[in-house]
């Protein structure tokens, strides 16, 4: 370290000597009078930047062997000096011209701050040695703050809103299902505890309920027709009643003349093994016989099953008809113009679930072939009620022109047909009971249908028990809402 010692009789005098010696970026250690005179302690700017980074040779930059180390001595100035108390702030300021001295006092403590505590007191940071600021740090430019990204921050804000509403939908979704569990469980309760008081005051219901489930109905219509039963009736006139409101509510074909005479295109469709096939040869025999077989021509759009369009072809050809095939929706359009001056043209769909979505491209094909074709659907007396209300929903279409009733001979119980046939409003034409072509079709008797329901199933009404009814009637819930009820007439 070189500091240089400056007098003079006035300060101004002293600061000139101290620019000429060391240059205007003097570093003014002291300045103070001293036997009349003024004397300034000064440094070069270049020993103070050597003060703050040490060289590794100095004794400054060896290890602090004692944590305990006393201050260090102003020896080497030519005059002894007191030594300045540190300010907050250490800065070095470079030299002013005809700075005054008061001033020249104020600011010579300041200038001495780099050579204390930081460097010359191990006490004062223990954990991290600090480093005293160069002149190239104080002079670097601050790194700048980042620039607010507007488009980033509303992209958040849009997917916490967006994630927001999709947890609020969820809730909202699962608190919607639970009322619903909750109401179609008190409706089921209601439902129980009602029907249970009604057996009690009135147990010729109850006869007549278990007589209909055993006869095949389904329990929502036969709850809707207990539900209207007259009062003051036995069950034997209950249940007179209840067939005779049946039996008003199906609609059969009066005579064969709206087929037979009047002529027309008709289509068999339904589900596969249902009997199109066999009902079609025995609509062309009745045709044949009442027409002859010039008036009549069979369809086959069954190109699917392995020798499916043979067994028609087999039956044509008894009956001296010429049978035709067909694949699309073109093939049809032109077998139908060629023979529209036919009486009767009888069409043999081929038979698919009623699930398949080929149902649909079928009836389109049937609506879109440039004809009128009035489309019969065959009706399996063996299947279920719930399977049948299918087969009708996928086959219907823009509507059906009526049904027949095929495999009644193999049926334990007619009512699932007859139930569907009330509720779905579709007007019985045949019945088909046997293989024989034609005697095994015969005109539809409502009457006689709905006495045999009740007829065959009459063993089967003791074994429910009239503690299973209020069970059976717990789970319809509200009838007014089922559409398929509505317009059964009771009189």
Not at 84 to 98: G, L, M, T, Y
Request: hydrophobic content about 40%; charged content about 25%.
């Amino acid at each position: 370290m070189n500091v240089k010692k400056f007098t003079a009789a006035t300060s101004r005098e002293a600061l000139r000597k101290v620019r000429e010696a060391l240059g205007p970026d003097a570093v003014i250690l002291s300045n103070r009078p001293v036997d009349g005179v003024v004397e300034i302690l000064a440094l070069d700017n270049d020993d103070v930047a050597s003060l703050a980074s040490p060289s590794p040779e100095s004794e400054m930059a060896a290890p602090r062997p004692n944590l305990r180390m006393q201050e260090p001595s102003f020896d080497d100035l030519d005059e002894p000096a007191p030594v300045a108390r540190p300010a907050a702030r250490p800065a070095a300021r470079p030299f002013q011209e005809a700075a005054p001295a008061p001033r020249a006092f104020q600011e010579a403590p300041a200038a001495r701050q780099p050579l204390d505590r930081q460097q010359m007191n191990p006490l004062y940071d223990m954990d991290e040695p600090a480093v005293p600021p160069t002149y190239a740090n104080r002079r670097a430019p601050q790194p700048e703050a980042p620039a607010f990204d507007m488009a980033a921050m509303t992209a958040m804000m849009s997917a916490a809103i967006a994630q927001a509403k999709e947890s609020a939908a969820a809730e909202m979704h699962g608190m919607m299902n639970e009322i619903r569990a909750m109401r179609g469980m008190m409706e089921t309760q209601l439902s129980e505890l009602s029907w249970g008081s009604t057996q009690q005051r009135e147990p010729q219901k109850a006869a007549v309920l278990r007589e209909m489930l055993a006869a095949g109905f389904s329990a929502s219509l036969s709850r809707y027709l207990i539900d209207k039963l007259p009062a003051g009736k036995d069950a034997a006139e209950s249940l007179r009643w209840v067939k005779t409101v049946l039996a008003r509510n199906i609609t059969t074909m009066a005579d064969e003349d709206a087929i037979l005479d009047r002529g027309g295109v008709f289509a068999l469709v339904g589900p596969t093994g249902v009997g199109k096939t066999t009902t079609t040869a025995k609509l062309a025999a009745r045709c044949v016989m009442r027409h002859g077989p010039d008036k009549l021509a069979l369809i086959t759009t069954d190109a699917y099953r392995i020798g499916g369009h043979e067994q028609l072809r087999i039956y044509g050809k008894i009956l001296g008809v010429m049978v035709h095939s067909v694949k699309d929706e073109a093939d049809l359009r032109i077998a139908l113009k060629e023979l529209r001056n036919k009486h009767t043209v009888l069409i043999d769909t081929i038979g698919m679930s009623q699930r398949d979505q080929m149902v649909t491209e079928q009836v389109a094909m049937l609506t879109e072939s440039g004809a009128d074709v009035k489309r019969l659907l065959c009706l399996n007396a063996t299947s279920t009620n719930e399977t049948l209300n299918e087969v009708v929903r996928a086959y219907q279409g823009t509507g059906l022109a009526g049904a027949i009733m095929t495999k009644m001979d193999e049926a334990a119980s007619i009512g699932n047909v007859l139930d569907v046939l009330v509720r779905q409003k579709l007007n019985l034409h045949y019945i088909s009971n046997g293989q024989r072509v034609p005697e095994d079709l015969h005109l539809a008797d409502r009457a006689m249908l709905v006495d045999r329901a009740f007829r065959t199933k009459r063993d089967a009404a003791s074994q429910i028990a009239d503690a299973d009814l209020p069970l059976m009637m717990s789970g319809l819930g509200n009838l007014n809402n089922d559409r398929s009820l509505r317009e059964v007439y009771v009189g």
